[in-house]
């Protein structure tokens, strides 16, 4: 029909393993980025890059130990053309957050350990050189899990704040995170009665508002945008 959208290119890419697609972004310069995990005997991080007309320029993988878990679940680009890939791993989940600048050096690496299973599913950056960082800690735990939200430094991945949301010995887990023009920080995911639940962060960390969605199923929200 007219005005449909037409296929300007299509391009795939196989390390050798199963390849996992977890997430895709674009810098200034319209390269592309994708973000996911290989599975052979362990499970892998791995970055793609693409220029715009899809040709591919490089790749970059990540194992943290022998047979560790280690899979990217979300990615993000800054003004500067940084990249941003965060997820799970190592043999004891944590989160494990990445920084590679647009040539794939990779600069900066942050963990969080609450001692039990943390899952991170969700990453996102401002214009003022900051990084956020959400998922799931504690999993596992007699709390059930945890939402678990982290403010780092762009500059070197140094921790500015960590805030947490959680129901009595429920299964709570955030998977999107999203911040505004003000530098608020807004946190999506599913709460202890199966419902979508959003909290907002001031930039400081402090929780300005709760929006929680109920249909009487379960509900998950998996991601979250702000205009």
Do not use: C
């Not at 996992?20 to 592309?32: A, M, Y």
């Not at 793609?48 to 943290?64: A, E, P």
């Not at 007699?142 to 939402?147: D, T």
């Not at 430094?153 to 955030?174: L, M, R």
């Amino acid at each position: 029909p007219e005005g449909a959208p037409s296929i300007l290119w299509n391009i795939s890419y196989n390390s050798g393993f199963i390849d996992s697609l977890t997430g895709v972004k674009t810098d200034s310069s319209r390269d592309i980025y994708a973000g996911g995990y290989q599975s052979s005997n362990s499970n892998d991080y791995l970055i793609t890059k693409f220029n715009s007309r899809g040709n591919y320029l490089w790749n970059k993988t990540y194992n943290s130990e022998l047979s560790g878990s280690d899979k990217a679940m979300a990615i993000a680009v800054d003004n500067l053309d940084n990249i941003y890939v965060t997820g799970t791993a190592k043999l004891a989940p944590q989160f494990f957050t990445m920084r590679f600048d647009s040539s794939g050096n990779n600069i900066w690496n942050a963990t969080y350990s609450s001692g039990d299973q943390d899952n991170a599913y969700g990453i996102a950056v401002d214009n003022k050189g900051f990084v956020y960082v959400t998922g799931q800690d504690s999993y596992g735990s007699s709390s059930g899990g945890e939402y678990r939200t982290i403010k780092y430094n762009s500059t070197n991945g140094s921790q500015i704040w960590s805030v947490s949301y959680g129901t009595a010995e429920v299964f709570d887990a955030a998977y999107g995170v999203a911040v505004g023009n003000n530098s608020n920080v807004y946190v999506t995911g599913i709460d202890g009665s199966d419902d979508y639940h959003t909290i907002e962060y001031n930039s400081s960390g402090s929780e300005m508002r709760t929006i929680i969605y109920t249909n009487g199923n379960i509900s998950i929200s998996k991601a979250i945008a702000v205009d």
